[in-house]
Nanobody, 120 residues
Framework: QVQLVESGGGLVQPGGSLRLSCVAS????????MSWYHQAPGKQRLLIAT???????DYANSVKGRFTISRDTAKNTVDLQMDSLKPEDTGTYFC??????????????WGQGTQVTVSS
C-alpha cells in the first residue's frame, strides 16, 4: 500500500528556516501531484503548496516568496523549503499526494504530519 512519511519539523526562531521532506513508499506508484498542508493550532488544515507535472508549483498567498516546494519524481519525494518563518507558521504540516498503484485509479493519501514551532 501507499505510505507518506514526513520529516524535518522542529523548533526554529522567527526569521529562520526549516526544510520538510516527504517520501511516498510503495511499489508501482504513479503520482499525479504532491502537496503540503498547514494546520495551525485550533484551525482548519489549509493547502499551502502543491506541485504537479501538469501545472507546476503553486502557493498560498501566505507563503508565496518564502516557501519553495520541490519534487523528485524518481525518488517519489517532495520537499518544502521554508524561509523567513513567522510565528503564524507554527503548526502541523501534512504531506498529501494523489497516487495510483499499478495503473489503477488515483486515490488521495495523507502523511501523519510533522510539527513546526516558530518561537523565540
Amino acid at each position: 500500500q501507499v505510505q507518506l512519511v514526513e520529516s524535518g519539523g522542529g523548533l526554529v526562531q522567527p526569521g529562520g528556516s526549516l526544510r520538510l521532506s516527504c517520501v511516498a513508499s510503495g511499489s508501482g506508484l504513479s503520482i499525479n501531484s504532491m502537496s503540503w498542508y498547514h494546520q495551525a493550532p485550533g484551525k482548519q488544515r489549509l493547502l499551502i503548496a502543491t506541485t504537479s507535472s501538469a501545472y507546476g508549483a503553486d502557493y498560498a498567498n501566505s507563503v508565496k516568496g518564502r516557501f519553495t516546494i520541490s519534487r523528485d519524481t524518481a525518488k517519489n519525494t517532495v520537499d518544502l523549503q521554508m524561509d523567513s518563518l513567522k510565528p503564524e507558521d507554527t503548526g502541523t504540516y501534512f504531506c498529501f499526494a494523489v497516487v495510483a498503484v499499478d495503473g489503477g485509479p488515483h486515490y488521495q493519501y495523507w502523511g501523519q504530519g510533522t510539527q513546526v514551532t516558530v518561537s523565540s
